[in-house]
């Protein structure tokens, strides 16, 4: 079994910062040798969709919508991920929700993912 544990979201005024982690722990995912690990954010009526993602290797993707304002990171000491949100925008507004999953394909793909964090409120004011 896999746990994902985020961090409480926030409300921020635009241009603001904020940083989401996730803690991941389980027997399951300890014994991933190549993983995915990802950022969705879904807001009410649309589908869940990628923010960022990043592999075992170090290698990160993002969705063009945050490229170069949101940063993705791992700390694998802690088994904490985190999503580091810069020139937060209105359109950010979200519930935030990270995952992992076993392999590295389709990073950014959220139907991919098996285990799934809480889910945390963003919001971002004009």
């Known amino acids: 079994q896999v746990r994902l544990v985020q961090s409480e979201g926030g409300s921020v005024q635009s241009g603001g910062s904020l940083r989401l982690s996730c803690a991941v722990s389980?027997?399951?995912?300890?014994?991933?040798?190549?993983?995915?690990m990802g950022w969705f954010r879904q807001t009410p009526g649309k589908e869940r969709e990628a923010v960022a993602s990043?592999?075992?290797?170090?290698?990160?993707g993002y969705a063009d919508s945050v490229s170069g304002r949101f940063s993705i990171s791992q700390d694998n000491a802690k088994n904490t991920m985190y999503l580091q949100m810069n020139s937060l925008k209105p359109l950010d507004t979200a519930m935030y929700y990270c995952?992992?999953?076993?392999?590295?394909?389709?990073?950014?793909?959220?139907?991919?993912?098996?285990?799934w964090g809480q889910g945390t409120q963003v919001t971002v004011s004009a």
């Open positions: 995952a992992v999953k076993p392999g590295i394909a389709d990073c950014l793909v959220p139907w991919k993912y098996n285990y």
């Open positions: 389980g027997a399951g995912y300890s014994g991933y040798r190549r993983y995915c």
């Open positions: 990043v592999d075992n290797d170090g290698r990160t």
